[in-house]
């Protein structure tokens, strides 16, 4: 005879087994959904990797307008490419989606910056004299006049050679630039409408959104205590403050004149008819880009002044279309350090121990010296090609061919 407790035993022993068949399927369902969800992520990421290459790629030239592909025909994945202009550099965009999973991606292209040379002078019949602890390093384009040594305040050239690099011959203007994206930036200046600027914290805004435009009243000239991040342009018409407390990440800045406070801390691009002032100490992180857009009218001299010990990673850049009497100029502060490309269809300006790791391009050089304010003379600079990072990407501003586009940045 079974005892009576018996029926209870095998009827728990039979619910046990129950639930762990019930969890043991469940496990497999769930396992099956988190391999199948790996499997398509993982598909979504090659996509996105194929995606980046197509937009990468010199076939692609399409701005402002999504472009929907299946790469497999297979009517499963999808890519949505978009590349716009953002400021001086290129902006892409590509989603992948699979059903309901959608993976995205941004970024900032730039060109390949394969030139060798350090500095571009153009050919006005007169030689660039060297004086001091200068150092050319990196193959130069010069005047036919070439280079020479000078005695600057009593004190001769130090060095053994003029250059350490190969010399070719200038033309007698600076390289043209990409009038596609001058007709961009021209456009940003003259905006009139946008969004009314009350920040009073912080504004991130996605590449993957539509631009936040923000229009500046005449009474909001000082951006102060406020962080900007993202796919952010500020327009003004009239000069704009930054302050040292605003923090910029990628935001782009359009006005007639710009003033930068001495401390500022940031990466930006900042476009001016008439003056960008950007004060001591300041450290504007890559890509940065300040330029400065002289227009037919204008008739003063546009400029960018860099104060004393400030870093630079990017692009310096001064344009007119016409020459005029008073040639755009960049005046670059003492104890200077910028990486990457300055560029002026007019003059620069340099103070003693300044160094530029990457190109320069100018029409004329000046140095100011306590005495003498001296032409095509370089004292105490050092220029040096060698020592820009072999990472350093480009803008798409300047003409050269068909290089090659890679990843400058990436975004959100």
């Known amino acids: 005879m079974l005892k009576a407790s018996t029926l209870y035993i095998v009827v728990i022993v039979s619910l046990l087994i129950a639930m762990i068949s019930a969890s043991l399927l469940t496990i497999a369902f769930y396992y099956?959904?988190?391999?199948?969800?790996?499997?398509?992520?993982?598909?979504?990421?090659?996509?996105?990797?194929?995606?980046?290459?197509?937009?990468?790629?010199?076939?692609?030239?399409?701005?402002?307008?999504?472009?929907?592909?299946?790469?497999?025909?297979?009517?499963?994945d999808s890519l949505v490419l978009r590349k716009e202009i953002w400021g001086v550099y290129e902006l892409g965009l590509v989603k992948a989606f699979e059903l309901k999973d959608t993976l995205k991606r941004s970024f900032f292209a730039g060109t390949t910056f394969l030139d060798p040379n350090v500095i571009y002078l153009a050919d006005e019949d007169r030689?660039?004299?060297l004086s001091g602890k200068t150092q050319l390093i990196g193959d130069g384009e010069l005047p036919k006049s070439g280079l020479k040594q000078s005695y600057v305040d009593g004190k001769p050239y130090e060095g053994k050679e003029l250059i350490k690099g190969k010399i070719t011959e200038s033309s007698r203007g600076v390289p043209p630039l990409n009038e596609t994206l001058l007709g961009d930036i021209e456009k940003k200046f003259n905006v009139e409408e946008g969004a009314v600027?009350?920040?009073?914290?912080?504004?991130?805004?996605?590449?993957?959104?539509?631009?936040?435009?923000?229009?500046?009243?005449?009474?909001?000239?000082?951006?102060?205590?406020?962080?900007?991040?993202?796919?952010i342009i500020l327009v003004s018409d009239t000069i704009v403050n930054i302050s040292a407390t605003a923090v910029f990440e990628d935001v782009q800045v359009y006005a007639p004149a710009i003033i930068v406070a001495s401390g500022f801390k940031g990466t930006c691009q900042l476009f001016a008819r008439d003056s960008i002032v950007i004060g001591k100490d300041c450290a504007f992180g890559y890509p940065s880009f300040a330029g400065v857009f002289k227009s037919a009218e204008s008739k003063i001299q546009s400029k960018i002044s860099i104060g004393k010990g400030v870093t630079f990673s990017g692009v310096?850049?001064?344009?007119?279309?016409?020459?005029?009497?008073?040639?755009?100029?960049?005046?670059?502060?003492?104890?200077?350090?910028?990486?990457?490309?300055?560029?002026?269809?007019?003059?620069?300006k340099m103070e003693r121990g300044i160094t530029v790791y990457g190109k320069v391009y100018a029409k004329r050089f000046i140095m100011q010296t306590p005495s003498t304010l001296y032409e095509n003379y370089l004292i105490d600079i050092t220029l040096n090609r060698n020592l820009l990072s072999k990472y350093y990407l480009s803008s798409m501003m300047f003409k050269r061919g068909t290089p090659e586009r890679r990843i400058l940045k990436w975004l959100n």
């Open 316 to 348: 310096l850049l001064s344009y007119e279309k016409k020459r005029t009497d008073l040639q755009t100029m960049i005046s670059i502060g003492e104890k200077s350090h910028l990486r990457g490309e300055v560029f002026a269809t007019g003059y620069i």
């Open 127 to 129: 030689p660039l004299s």
């Open 197 to 231: 600027f009350n920040v009073r914290d912080s504004v991130s805004n996605s590449f993957f959104n539509p631009v936040l435009l923000y229009k500046l009243t005449p009474d909001q000239q000082e951006i102060t205590d406020v962080k900007l991040k993202g796919k």
């Open 32 to 76: 099956r959904l988190e391999v199948q969800k790996k499997v398509r992520f993982d598909k979504l990421l090659v996509n996105t990797s194929s995606g980046t290459e197509i937009l990468l790629s010199e076939g692609f030239s399409a701005y402002d307008k999504d472009q929907v592909s299946d790469l497999f025909e297979e009517q499963k």
